[in-house]
């Protein structure tokens, strides 16, 4: 009945959708907290129709007094079923490509609770590519991280950080210390005040 998606944005040539599925014989009544790098998050509700797919294209979403808040910058969500009705809910990101509108994209399932560590396997930085660790913090009080980087020959390098409540944050990894400009790096997150 709770999903979280920490990754998100609208930023120049990125399109963002949140994909629903209710694989339910009624209607479900979704809200969507949509947390913002600064500012108090944003929320709307949604009605999924019975057995049916929505599409929330994130970037044009409009908000009375606000208009388009969600167009250019980064975001996560958080989804909250209202009425006792599971759904799935999903995030794909598109970027346009000169010539190719969506020429590539990424997809991914959100997960259905936030967790004090998480262990990222994956990364590189260098001249192909950007390291990004995106971290959402749904709680109401802040968040001290605890980010190590694991690197090739088995040194590691620590940094900290805060993340304010209801909030995304954004690490460039790339950009954190000399020795992850370029390489290989694998990063555990862990929260150090629960």
Known sequence: LTWYLAEGATTGSLNLFYLLQNPNAAEAQVRVRYLRPSGAPLEKTYTLLPNSRTNIWVDYEEFPGLGQALLNTDV?????????????????????????????????????????????????????????????????????????????GGSTLTKTYRVEPNSRFNIWVDYEDARLADTAVSTTIRSTNG
């Open 76 to 152: 996560s969500a958080v989804f909250t079923v209202l009425n006792a009705q599971p759904i799935i809910v999903e995030r794909a990101l598109y970027a346009d490509v000169p010539g190719q509108f969506f020429g590539a994209g990424h997809e991914s399932a959100g997960i259905t609770a936030p967790a004090l560590e998480w262990f990222l396997a994956e990364g590189a930085t260098g001249g192909y590519f950007d390291l990004f660790v995106l971290i959402a913090n749904p709680g109401t009080a802040a968040a001290n991280i605890e980010a190590t980087y694991l690197l090739p």
